[in-house]
């Protein structure tokens, strides 16, 4: 049985920084594209970033660019999004996900909520002004 687990959420001021952490369980994902997506109240998800199997390959949304950064620690089984300069608009629900039966007959579209078929329940982070 898949699982992944946010950490890390909390509730920091603008400007602050969060980690935040999930960890995978049930299976090795050492060759899984995962990603960040976000809930904010009233609101789809939406796309954060995006991480390639081996760490390789990565894409933010527009909004975070140059103040999050996605990583991962294969060995550990473990996926991090380093979010730096926070603004109030950063609050959300953090979701981890994980592209475990990818299709390679089908074109990867990275930021595309359907391409992941295993999602944690998030954790949360509110920035307040």
């Known amino acids: 049985q898949v699982q992944l687990v946010e950490s890390g959420g909390g509730l920091v001021q603008a400007g602050d920084s969060l980690r935040l952490t999930c960890a995978a369980s049930?299976?090795?994902?050492?060759?899984?594209?995962m990603a960040w997506f976000r809930q904010a109240p009233g609101k789809g998800r939406e796309f954060v970033a995006y991480?390639?199997?081996?760490?390789?390959?990565?894409e933010y949304a527009d909004s975070v660019k140059g103040r999050f950064t996605i990583s991962r620690d294969n060995a550990k089984n473990t996926m991090y999004l380093q979010m730096k300069r926070l603004k109030p608009e950063d609050t959300a629900l953090y979701y981890c996900?994980?592209?475990?039966?990818?299709?390679?007959?089908?074109?990867?579209?990275?930021?595309?909520?359907?391409?992941?078929?295993?999602w944690g329940q998030g954790t949360q982070v509110t920035v307040s002004s």
């Open positions: 049930g299976r090795t994902f050492s060759s899984e594209a």
């Open positions: 996900a994980a592209d475990i039966n990818s299709d390679d007959s089908r074109v990867f579209l990275p930021r595309w909520i359907g391409q992941y078929d295993s």
């Open positions: 991480i390639s199997w081996n760490g390789g390959n990565t």
